[in-house]
């Protein structure tokens, strides 16, 4: 943590006040209250450190460094103290014994806790959290001794190296969405590829800019907590409802791409269940839906976050799959297409827009690595690969497939090729592996508004998740268009996330640092994410309703 722990995160209860001043009066009778008041102006900075982290949601840094701390393969990842603490958090057992100190196995878990996991001592709790009651900081905290550090106020592991930084930038930016961009260019004519070019230059200013808020003043270590900085407790939540927004829509479209690819794979499969008819589609969406579940459930996530880690690996692999069917297995390239589609240049907006949404996690990544003056190296490393990538696959893949490209590229590759065959169990296999660890920032956030009653909290945690899965299946079902959600996505939340607010937070907490010529830079950021958002917004709405109403 760029700074020490704060003294407020081990207080939630005001009466906590008393034993505060019942101990500065022991300390001035020993002659220690001198130290205390030379260090007040410190006290002061730490108290305005934990201000960022005692409002909701405390579990973002936590959730979100599924992503951010992910070592190289080559790390013995089993023993990642950051992932073993989130391992340990079943449902989460951080929020509901946020002060145990030591840090468990992180494999050999039971998948659900035992009986005498649950008999633990009555104690008082806060009325408005999960967390259990505070020690006493008379035990807790000694002079010359550091305190207790509490699992939503980790300090920041800077155990990350350059490699391991671009290595979870990229396993964030190479999502879905790489599989969309021949769509894209089949939606927004070739011409359109200029627009990815440029919201790739944009959004790798955007998170230089969200590095400087995060330099801004200590305490600052999440995208929540920029906004807090920003715009006060209302920022703060607003943008963690549109983080968790965008990380549950992410979730539908994996259902979406699952039941897609599987259908294509076994078209004529079907279920009829009491005179209820399931196609393919619906078949597979509901068997994903069933084999996530269990997944959602673990109390160890660290196993998973290490396979999706593998993420920017599969993807490489549906690239060179896409690459090898168009010219080794000589399916060529038959189609010039259009320059320019204007009718329908919105939805591609859209979608190239999805295909940067990384920021997220960004502030996880700069404050996890071991020389955070790498970071602008960092990203631009990520997005000069991915922007590669992207264009790459949309050129090949509009050139090999033309008009009949569909919304995931996937679908289009022959069949009967080993290529073709191993692109699209890559695409079915890795959002299978990334749906836990996506959905359970989102879980985890709503755990923490759970009453205080640690028995039934458990219980309850598992229903929360349980049904976050049921209702992606049932979006999924009713919305079941993979390349115009994903264009929603991208229109709606992504340009608020990737473009519109960092520059706003940026101007808000540098203000009278920011000189004319970054404030002219983002007000048209600004703008051209406003513009992106409403046209796109609009275009994928009314594409949506449309097939809806076919």
Not at 90 to 112: A, G, M, N
Not at 123 to 129: A, G
Not at 177 to 202: D, H, M, N, Q, R
Not at 399 to 410: A, D, P, R
């Amino acid at each position: 943590m760029k700074n020490s722990v704060s003294e407020q995160s081990f207080y939630i209860e005001s009466d906590e006040d008393d034993e505060e001043k019942e101990l500065n009066r022991e300390e001035e009778e020993d002659g220690t209250g001198s130290d205390l008041d030379d260090s007040s102006n410190d006290n002061r900075q730490q108290n305005k450190t934990g201000s960022y982290t005692t409002s909701w949601p405390q579990s973002y840094r936590q959730s979100i460094d599924l992503y951010s701390s992910v070592p190289s393969p080559s790390i013995n990842f089993l023993g990642t103290p950051s992932l073993s603490r989130l391992g340990s958090s079943f449902l989460s057992s951080s929020l509901t014994r946020r002060y145990t100190p030591e840090v468990l196995p992180s494999i050999d878990k039971p998948l659900l806790y035992k009986v005498e996991d649950e008999q633990l001592p009555h104690q008082r709790r806060s009325s408005h959290s999960l967390l259990p009651p505070i020690p006493s900081r008379r035990s807790s905290i000694r002079k010359d001794e550091k305190p207790s550090m509490v699992s939503h106020e980790l300090p920041i592991s800077r155990e990350s190296s350059f490699k391991q930084a671009v290595l979870n930038g990229m396993n964030v930016l190479c999502g879905v969405g790489i599989l969309s961009t021949p769509y894209a260019v089949k939606e927004g004519g070739w011409l359109g590829l200029l627009i990815l070019l440029l919201f790739g230059v944009l959004s790798f200013y955007t998170g230089m800019l969200l590095r400087y808020c995060l330099d801004s003043e200590p305490g600052l270590e999440t995208y929540p907590d920029i906004g807090q900085a920003a715009f006060g407790t209302a920022g703060r939540i607003v943008i963690s409802i549109i983080l968790y927004v965008e990380l549950y829509a992410c979730c539908v479209e994996y259902i979406i791409l699952e039941s897609d690819n599987l259908s294509s794979l076994f078209p004529n499969a079907h279920v009829n269940i009491g005179g209820l008819e399931l196609d393919s589609h619906r078949l597979f969406a509901l068997l994903i839906t069933v084999a996530v579940i269990p997944t959602v459930w673990l109390r160890d996530l660290s196993v998973l976050s290490y396979i999706s880690a593998g993420g920017v690996i599969a993807t490489l692999v549906v690239v060179l799959c896409l690459f090898w069917v168009g010219l080794v297995d000589h399916v060529g390239i038959h189609s010039k297409g259009t320059l320019i589609n204007l009718g329908t240049l919105p939805v591609a907006i859209g979608l190239y827009g999805y295909c940067y949404s990384g920021h997220a996690v960004f502030p996880n990544i700069y404050t996890s690595m071991v020389q955070p003056n790498k970071f602008p190296a960092v990203l631009f490393t990520c997005f000069s690969i991915c922007t590669l990538m992207y264009a790459g696959v949309a050129f090949m893949g509009y050139s090999m497939f033309g008009e009949s490209t569909e919304s995931q590229y996937t679908l289009n590759l022959p069949q009967n090729l080993v290529a073709s065959k191993i692109a699209v169990w890559m695409t079915i296999i890795s959002p299978f592996t990334k749906y836990a660890i996506t959905i359970s920032p989102v879980a985890m956030s709503l755990e923490e508004l759970l009453p205080s009653n640690h028995m039934k909290s458990h219980i309850y945690a598992m229903c929360i998740r349980t049904v976050l899965v049921i209702s992606s299946l049932l979006v999924g079902l009713a919305v079941p268009f993979f390349g115009l959600v994903l264009s929603l996505i991208g229109s709606l939340l992504t340009m608020l996330v990737t473009l519109i607010l960092p520059c706003a937070c940026f101007l808000s907490i540098l203000r009278d640092k920011v000189s004319r010529i970054q404030v002219t830079f983002c007000i048209v950021i600004i703008t051209v994410g406003l513009v992106s958002s409403g046209f796109g917004t609009y275009s994928a709405l009314s594409k949506i309703v449309k097939k809806l109403s076919d």
